[in-house]
């Protein structure tokens, strides 16, 4: 590995938990006791239920996604951090329901018990709930200074990615698919709204944020889309490859339960190349931006070749 790549990497390294970290912060404000506007209250528990699930780590990569496609347009403020912290509101709320027995039953989610186990199954529903209504109280908020007609965009778009033509509906598909043997577009069209609906309206929102023109939103709109693709089939080969203590939740789970995956229809040696192709897809749209869009092409590299 040169000099160079190393800078890079560890330059996206310090960029990513800086990320994290805002989000962290702008989170911890947004999910506490006190009661906003014109809510009555907050009940304690719930509300300690929402923390457990959304204030637990990780790397916070769909609003890292969110901040630097912003950013790549010329828009760095807090408006764009914001629909970031919006956004991991509605993947966390994602993350606790899928948890939940009824749907893929894991009791062990960033190394720490789910929040089912935490706390119990109705607090857990509930709690998604929540967390899933703030996103959308978050982005309407005139606290998120963007102009109005661009939190109406955003919340439009976000509703379309998480509900059922995204990744509700991707849900429903996958648990379906359990034990069949579906076809490759099938898997495809499945996965693009369970886990790519997300990271599409992270890359394109920023794009929303900043105000560009049609040409860019579709480019970003193309690269999430990349991105969703890559992060599913990584996690595929993790979920083959890695050992729960790297992983923080249960390793293998996907192929015991017969999950479709991509990795199961084609094998381990296919996945590779097609993660490899993927991420050379990506670094060709953003090679138009030049070095503008180098953090937007280490967090696709780092999609390719992470371990956890």
């Not at 789910?114 to 109705?122: G, Q």
Request: hydrophobic share 45%.
């Amino acid at each position: 590995m040169s000099d160079q790549t190393i800078a890079s990497n560890a330059a996206f390294e310090a960029r990513l938990h800086e990320n994290a970290q805002a989000t962290a912060d702008i989170l911890d404000l947004l999910v506490s006791e006190h009661p906003e506007n014109a809510e009555i209250s907050r009940p304690e528990r719930l509300v300690e239920a929402m923390r457990h699930g959304v204030l637990n780590g990780g790397k916070r990569l769909r609003p890292f996604l969110v901040v630097e496609t912003a950013r790549l347009f010329g828009e760095a403020g807090e408006g764009a951090l914001r629909v970031a912290a919006a956004l991991e509101c509605v993947h966390c709320y994602s993350l606790i329901h899928d948890d939940l027995p009824a749907m893929d039953d894991d009791r062990l989610r960033r190394g720490q018990p789910t929040v089912h186990i935490a706390f119990d199954e109705a607090t857990a529903i509930l709690a998604g709930d929540a967390l899933l209504t703030l996103a959308f109280a978050i982005i309407a908020s005139p606290q998120t200074n963007l102009p109005p007609e661009t939190r109406l965009q955003l919340v439009s778009q976000l509703a379309q990615a998480a509900g059922v033509g995204g990744m509700a509906g991707g849900q429903a598909l996958d648990l379906a698919s359990e034990n069949r043997r579906l076809r490759e577009g099938d898997i495809v069209t499945m996965q693009a709204m369970k886990t790519g609906a997300l990271l599409r309206f992270a890359c394109e929102a920023g794009a929303i944020i900043a105000r560009a023109g049609q040409h860019d939103r579709v480019a970003m709109r193309r690269f999430g889309e990349l991105t969703g693709r890559a992060f599913q089939l990584a996690d595929d080969l993790l979920d083959l490859t890695a050992r729960t203590e790297t992983l923080g939740k249960i390793a293998g789970k996907d192929s015991g339960r017969g999950k479709a995956t991509l990795v199961a229809l084609h094998g381990e040696a296919w996945a590779r190349l097609e993660l490899e192709r993927l991420t050379q897809e990506s670094l060709a749209i953003l090679a138009d931006y030049g070095t503008a869009g180098d953090m937007l092409a280490a967090s696709a590299r780092f999609i390719a070749r992470r371990n956890h």
